[in-house]
């Protein structure tokens, strides 16, 4: 059994390659953030952009 912090960081991990991926929870994400930020694109870019440099990393 994994220890605690390193079950959360393969969660976050999981979780930072569905936004990239725009699948399951990360394209849920991105699928509210459009709806609640319409006229915002820039934030949502910045979003993905910073997903895309973790993932990346």
Same mark, same amino acid.
């Not at 953030?33 to 993905?48: A, D, G, Y």
């Given at each position: 059994? &994994?220890?605690?912090?390193?079950?959360?960081?393969? +969660?976050?991990?999981? %979780? +930072?390659?569905?936004?990239?991926? #725009?699948?399951?929870?990360?394209?849920? &994400?991105?699928?509210?953030?459009? +709806? %609640?930020?319409? #006229?915002?694109? #820039?934030? +949502?870019?910045? *979003?993905? @952009? *910073? @997903?895309?440099?973790?993932? @990346?990393?």
């Amino acid at each position: 059994m &994994l220890p605690l912090r390193r079950q959360q960081s393969i +969660l976050d991990n999981d %979780f +930072l390659i569905s936004i990239y991926r #725009n699948n399951d929870q990360g394209a849920q &994400l991105i699928s509210k953030m459009k +709806l %609640f930020i319409r #006229n915002k694109q #820039n934030i +949502l870019q910045s *979003v993905e @952009a *910073v @997903a895309d440099e973790a993932c @990346a990393a």
